[in-house]
């Protein structure tokens, strides 16, 4: 491992995961006052979330990102679509499988047996992957397939029990998670790679966006089957712990978990990776070992950052959401939340990875600090209109239908790239921070105003997954404003007299 590579992922998830701490901290000593073994979970979940992060971000540069090139690329070259799209179906649901989050997922909607649940979705996701390589391949633009899909969606929604509409339109955010992610976007830029054409980095992004679509419409279809009348949701046990001693042992008593947890995430794509391998001889030698050694990082990292996020982070969003709600000023729910979802999905791995794909891709064109800032906008956006959800009961409905459709319209109006950044980013963004920090923050004033979690607190996911959408398209507007008065300056310079141009190219 470079030392200089680990030191720049270290400093990075620490300014991520900074920010956040020292809201909840702030908010512990004067709005909510935390008991003091959630505050000790919570400082060392941050603790974990910062190394974790960095390992994870380090693994994905040195496996993850390698090998879903190479795959994409030499998939792509072997010419034979039948074994390609058989291939991505497969791994769209094995990987799916695997994610953490909809096995949390799976747990809070027990109206429908969990691996009916987790089998359901990822199908979805496999067939959806499926859809999104054949759009690439045969060229199709995005803005027309999000906008049938959506139609078809909302559709389905119609039909569907009130109750369960947040849950599906969560799960959209929750299963394209820090594994199913990485892979998928860089599978994405393998496949376009090797298109000589204008629109291959525009078609490197999409991938996301279009899989997202999948567990949303099998949890709508589900539910229709399965007709619940409600759904019971496990609420977060705040526990005052009373010595360090015992903070220790909760983290201890759940490493476990996870450990196991992140095996059964990872060996799917390390099975694949060893046979994909076996076949294309491209991993060989240093690099063979190279990015061996980035799975394990990768491995470590997804450990210690879900074990902080869900024994650290989950308890203290619950505590904090409960407090605020249940006090004089509850309506400084909305400037906090959006405060706290601000810096939030800064801390998302995902969001890296993506940021640093789109810079590269556009080769600095779109920077890393407009996607974080575009990110950030967005997200607290849509946390403070989760919060007024869920002090007012207001349907998700009046704000998805809205978002959405404003989204698709700007997909006809911004370069093409933008739309498959902006609907990707919708996925990354709701991530694990989103589900195991935001969520339990929502789910708490939920419980302590006396609202239906089902209803107002759920949602809150698909919301994050929504506003960005709007906001880097605005981006994508802005661009596009500045290349057209780029452009115009260049004719009107090219369109001068020769003689009023000196040797240097300067007006004189």
Not at 270 to 294: K, Q, W, Y
Not at 297 to 310: A, D, E, R
Request: glycine residues 10%; neutral net charge; charged residues 10%.
């Amino acid at each position: 491992m470079n030392a200089n590579h680990f030191k720049e992922k270290l400093n990075e998830a620490l300014s991520s995961v900074l920010p956040i701490t020292a809201i909840v901290l702030a908010l512990s000593v004067t709005l909510a006052p935390m008991p003091l073994g959630t505050l000790v979970l919570f400082l060392v979940g941050a603790a974990l979330l910062i190394i974790g992060m960095a390992l994870f971000s380090l693994g994905v540069d040195m496996a993850m990102t390698p090998f879903g090139e190479s795959m994409g690329i030499y998939m792509t070259k072997a010419r034979k679509i039948l074994v390609m799209l058989s291939i991505c179906f497969v791994i769209g649901v094995l990987i799916t499988i695997a994610e953490p989050d909809l096995q949390v997922l799976a747990e809070q909607v027990s109206a429908i047996p969990n691996w009916t649940l987790i089998i359901a979705v990822a199908v979805g996701v496999g067939i959806f992957l499926v859809v999104a390589m054949l759009r690439i391949l045969f060229k199709v633009p995005l803005k027309f397939l999000l906008l049938g899909f959506y139609i078809v969606v909302f559709g389905i929604a119609a039909f569907a029990p009130t109750s369960f509409i947040p849950v599906a339109f969560d799960s959209g955010g929750v299963t394209t998670g820090p594994i199913t992610v990485p892979f998928i976007l860089a599978l994405g830029v393998g496949i376009a790679s090797i298109r000589s054409d204008k629109g291959g980095s525009e078609d490197s992004f999409g991938l996301v966006a279009v899989c997202s679509i999948g567990p949303i419409m099998s949890v709508l279809v589900l539910s229709i089957l399965y007709k619940p009348d409600h759904s019971d949701v496990p609420t977060t046990q705040i526990i005052d712990y009373l010595t360090t001693t015992d903070v220790a042992k909760e983290f201890l008593h759940h490493l476990p978990d996870y450990i196991s947890e992140v095996a059964l995430a990872v060996s799917p794509i390390v099975a694949v990776f060893f046979i994909f391998n076996l076949i294309s001889r491209r991993f060989r030698g240093h690099r063979l070992g190279r990015t061996l050694v980035g799975f394990l990082y990768t491995y470590i990292g997804l450990v210690l950052f879900l074990t902080g996020v869900n024994v650290g982070f989950m308890p203290a969003g619950a505590f904090v959401g409960g407090a605020l709600a249940s006090s004089a000023l509850k309506y400084l729910l909305i400037p906090i939340g959006m405060l706290m979802g601000w810096f939030t999905v800064i801390a998302e791995p995902s969001v890296h990875v993506l940021n640093r794909q789109v810079e590269e891709i556009t080769q600095g064109g779109i920077s890393q600090k407009s996607m974080n800032l575009s990110l950030s906008i967005g997200v607290a956006i849509s946390t403070g209109l989760a919060m007024i959800r869920v002090l007012s009961g207001i349907s998700v409905f009046w704000f998805l239908i809205p978002g959405y459709t404003l989204a698709l319209l700007m997909a006809f109006r911004v370069p093409p790239i933008f739309t498959g950044i902006a609907f990707d980013s919708g996925g990354v963004a709701s991530g694990p921070m989103t589900a195991t920090f935001l969520l339990p923050f929502a789910m708490g004033a939920c419980a302590a105003l006396g609202g239906n979690i089902m209803l107002d607190a759920f949602g809150v996911v698909a919301m994050v997954a929504m506003t960005p959408l709007i906001t880097i398209q605005v981006l994508g507007l802005f661009y596009k404003r500045r290349m057209h008065s780029m452009e115009k300056a260049r004719a009107l310079y090219e369109s001068l007299p020769d003689e009023i141009i000196d040797y240097e190219g300067a007006i004189t």
